[in-house]
């Protein structure tokens, strides 16, 4: 189900990718691909890369164990995150699941 819904993605980003046409004005020209992709996907590359380095500098604890532990930045920016919570695996106890972000260090503060 998975590579079906991928390949229909792909598909249609590489019907769109095609023909780009940039209108600006009374003046259109045609741009490549690439053009197109590659700064799209290093914007998104850096993005990921930030908003990864700055959740995993938080403590998430695991929801079996009770464990703390810092994940990698690549662990966070390309997991599910819902309410504060992430689909980690615990290095402790190795069960995946929602890993919630401590918020003790927040605490420590004051
Ligand atoms: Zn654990």
């Not at 390949?7 to 769109?16: G, K, P, Q, T």
Request: with cysteine.
């Amino acid at each position: 189900m998975k590579k079906r819904m991928l390949c229909c993605v792909l598909c249609s980003v590489s019907a769109m990718l095609a023909s780009c046409e940039v209108h600006w004005g009374e003046k259109s020209a045609d741009v490549p691909w690439w053009l197109i992709v590659i700064p799209t996907v290093a914007f998104l590359i850096v993005v990921l890369y930030f908003v990864g380095k700055h959740l995993s500098s938080k403590e998430h604890v695991c929801p079996r164990c009770e464990k703390s532990f810092y994940p990698k930045w690549w662990q966070v920016a390309f997991t599910v995150h819902k309410n504060g919570e992430g689909v980690l695996r615990c290095p402790h106890c190795k069960t995946k699941g929602f890993c919630r972000v401590s918020h003790k260090e927040d605490w420590d503060v004051w």
